[in-house]
């Protein structure tokens, strides 16, 4: 049976907000409804990091984790992490890509990044990251 | 016959228990919009090779790789990967050598895509081949 918002999986995930940002359409409507799935309450997306920047300021929003692709047109990952950690150092920030040879994570660990994702990701593997990187039990 | 051939077309399972994780009003738009992102991405990446950007070509290749895998669509993802890897060589003549067969595994997958979405009652207006 498909979830229901009645019965959420996690309901220690509805009070928070998180960002999904990603440039495949598809992906971006897996990884929203995924998250909706396990209880989230409150998913925003964006296509890429500008989006994502433009949607924070017009919203006022401070999401409590970014749930980001690293390979986007206009603002890559790489850039938004680097961007959001200067200006707020405790967002948490999740980097979900296919780049995963070891140069790739370094950088993204250097730049303040506080869970990876390998694509092709699992539920499984979004779970265990976004409940790490918001500090909650697994 | 393309060079993929000897890889599975898709593999069921994946959709099958993204269905369980899924709330029921994601399927069909997404598998709608994965339509879309490969018809997207395989015309900008045939428009890439022919302006000569193997580069281009490669970015194109990488993002539909990773939507094509998490749907469970390996034969398509394996074909993207070799696009992807060709582009990022900046091989321009392997990227054109080998695009009829990635438009080939393309076209298989949309027509996979169409009768998974009827398998599963969901409505074929949303797929758009």
Redesign the interface.
């Given at each position: 049976?498909?979830?229901?918002?009645e019965h959420p999986v996690f309901p220690d995930l509805a009070d928070k907000t998180i960002m999904v940002v990603e440039?495949?359409?598809?992906?971006?409507?897996?990884v929203s409804?995924?998250l909706?799935?396990l209880g989230v309450g409150r998913v925003v997306t964006a296509a890429d990091g500008r989006e994502a920047l433009d949607k924070m300021t017009a919203l006022s929003l401070r999401p409590d984790l970014v749930l980001c692709?690293w390979?986007m047109p206009n603002m890559d990952g790489l850039e938004l992490l680097t961007r959001l950690k200067a200006q707020d150092p405790g967002i948490k920030f999740v980097m979900m890509?296919?780049k995963t040879e070891p140069e790739a994570v370094i950088s993204a660990k250097q730049h303040g990044v506080d869970g990876y994702i390998a694509?092709?990701?699992t539920?499984e593997s979004i779970i265990n990251a976004l409940r790490k990187a918001l500090g909650l039990p697994a | 016959l393309s060079a993929f051939d000897h890889i599975a077309l898709d593999d069921p399972a994946v959709l099958d228990?993204?269905?369980?994780?899924?709330?029921?009003d994601?399927t069909a738009?997404?598998?709608a919009?994965?339509a879309?992102?490969v018809v997207r991405r395989r015309d900008d990446l045939i428009a890439a090779a022919a302006a000569g950007d193997a580069a281009a070509a490669g970015?194109e290749a990488?993002?539909?790789?990773?939507?094509a895998?998490?749907?469970g669509f390996l034969r398509l993802?394996a074909a993207a990967a070799h696009m992807q890897e060709l582009g990022k060589a900046g091989d321009l003549a392997g990227v054109k050598a080998a695009s009829a067969d990635f438009s080939a595994v393309c076209s298989l997958s949309l027509q996979r895509l169409e009768q998974t979405a009827a398998t599963r009652g969901l409505p074929s207006s949303k797929i758009r081949l």
């Open positions: 049976m498909p979830p229901d918002q440039d495949t359409g598809s992906s971006r409507i897996l409804g995924l909706r799935g692709d390979v890509t296919v694509k092709p990701f539920r | 228990d993204l269905a369980l994780a899924l709330p029921a994601v738009p997404m598998l919009a994965f879309d992102d970015r990488h993002s539909l790789k990773g939507a895998l998490n749907l993802g």
